[in-house]
């Protein structure tokens, strides 16, 4: 009863939103037919995380890489489109949670925003991504201010569930943060090519803070969607690694499996987490001075 089943939708990017809709919605029916209690979609889905980056646009007369800006942003939605409101449908209906991506329209730059649709439809989490890539066209979007924990029932039992999206990972502060709110499996939305230092990130984020990690790429960028437990052991009861999955490069569906009970009794036992912490020494941690040679103009550390 404790098992908890993720889908990973690694797909092929669609540009067009009534596309990514209609694709999406049929993934998700697949992964109900799997038995999969939550889908995770790729990093912005509604628009196929379509980028114009800086390096075209600085090539262009101001008023076209202004146009072609403006153009970009104009593809975010609002939190009551229809685009949301069928998965909402469509969570409720098939019963089923989804973790949904999209760039939203806010009444400043759009957000590169994640929801957690639980199976009632109801919308129970919502995150905007803190880590833009400020140094790329995400310069062009507002980044988030906090992170997000929520507590999701998925009928046969309940599950804390965190969210981060693509270049949070490469912050440990992300993981960390989302572990003090309770999280106990953490969902990553992602779009970029999965390098192995990268899925060894990954690895270390979910060992270190003694949870489960799921990262979702799309094909089209390499694919190589993830899962991760704290801990794998064998039948002898030895640990030898924590990887659950690493897909390919193809379009495809693919359902892991977390035992919840395995998984809070190992947090219990060992010391990783929060157990040993020091947080009376980590004062330079949120100081907002910056040191040679890490000093980046285009670096908006107030998240202006």
């Given at each position: 009863m404790s098992k908890f089943r993720v889908a990973l939708l690694q797909l092929q990017a669609e540009y067009n939103q009534n596309d990514a809709l209609l694709k999406g919605i049929a993934y998700c029916k697949k992964a109900k037919k799997l038995n999969a209690d939550i889908v995770v979609f790729p990093e912005m889905w509604n628009m196929g995380y379509e980028m114009l980056f800086d390096g075209e646009l600085k090539k262009q007369k101001n008023n076209i890489a202004n146009s072609k800006i403006k153009e970009w942003q104009n593809k975010a939605i609002r939190n009551d489109s229809d685009f949301i409101k069928k998965y909402m449908e469509l969570a409720k209906n098939e019963k089923i949670a989804i973790a949904l991506t999209y760039m939203e329209k806010t009444n400043n730059k759009p957000k590169n925003t994640v929801i957690i649709i639980d199976r009632t439809g109801k919308i129970i989490l919502k995150y905007s991504k803190v880590h833009t890539v400020d140094f790329k066209m995400e310069?062009?979007?507002?980044?988030?201010?906090?992170?997000?924990t929520c507590q999701l029932d998925y009928g046969r039992g309940k599950v804390k569930l965190g969210t981060m999206i693509c270049f949070d990972r490469d912050f440990p502060?992300?993981?960390?943060?989302?572990m003090l709110q309770g999280s106990e499996i953490i969902i990553?939305?992602?779009?970029?090519?999965?390098?192995k230092i990268r899925l060894e990130q990954l690895k270390v984020r979910a060992y270190e803070n003694m949870v489960g990690i799921v990262c979702v790429n799309y094909a089209n960028m390499g694919g190589k969607s993830s899962a991760f437990s704290p801990i794998v052991r064998d039948q002898d009861k030895n640990e030898v690694d924590n990887e659950l999955l690493i897909m390919d490069d193809k379009e495809n569906i693919k359902v892991v499996e977390y035992d919840m009970d395995f998984i809070r009794n190992y947090r219990k036992q060992q010391p990783f987490g929060d157990c040993y912490r020091k947080p009376l020494t980590y004062g330079l941690l949120i100081?907002?001075?910056?040191?040679i040679p890490f000093i980046r103009n285009d670096?908006?550390?107030n998240g202006i």
């Open positions: 310069a062009y979007l507002q980044p988030g201010d906090h992170f997000e502060e992300s993981a960390r943060i989302l990553v939305p992602n779009a970029c090519n999965m390098t100081s907002n001075d910056t040191q670096s908006r550390r």
